[in-house]
């Protein structure tokens, strides 16, 4: 079991403007089960930063197009589960439909926020992925 020094999540921002992920940052920082390592804005930098301070959760913060490209979603997943296959990914997007929802999850995506709708229960959703991790720990441990 964790100690209160441990952090279940070590998450890491991947963005491309500081501005977009502060509201977030600063709704989550003091979050105990939570280290938050700060932000990265391309993806070679967010791969270095995985494999040096083993991040297992990135909050992709961007406007990622579903055409491929050198930030498609798919590319971007494709990366950072070759760099840590247990790293979790959650997707932080403004006005997701259903339907949306559905492509990204499929994608490969952890999970989906919709920041036009779900942006308070951010710290919530964050609580119950340290519990599933913290779980999840125990079993391998087992």
């Not at 929802?101 to 989906?112: A, E, N, P, S, T």
Request: net charge negative.
């Amino acid at each position: 079991m964790l100690t209160r020094t441990e952090h279940p999540i070590k998450a890491l921002f991947f963005d491309f403007a500081p501005s977009n992920t502060v509201k977030i940052q600063d709704m989550i920082q003091d979050l105990p089960f939570l280290e938050i390592d700060g932000s990265v804005y391309c993806l070679e930098k967010l791969e270095e930063r995985i494999l040096e301070k083993k991040i297992n959760l990135v909050i992709i913060n961007v406007c990622l197009k579903l055409a491929s490209g050198k930030y498609s979603p798919d590319l971007t997943i494709e990366r950072i589960k070759q760099i840590n296959p247990d790293c979790r990914i959650m997707l932080c997007k403004s006005h997701i439909g259903p339907l949306l929802r559905k492509v990204y999850l499929h994608q490969g995506f952890d999970w989906v926020v919709d920041k036009s709708v779900q942006m308070k229960k951010i710290p919530q959703i964050l609580e119950d992925i340290s519990k599933e991790m913290d779980v999840e720990e125990v079993l391998i441990a087992c």
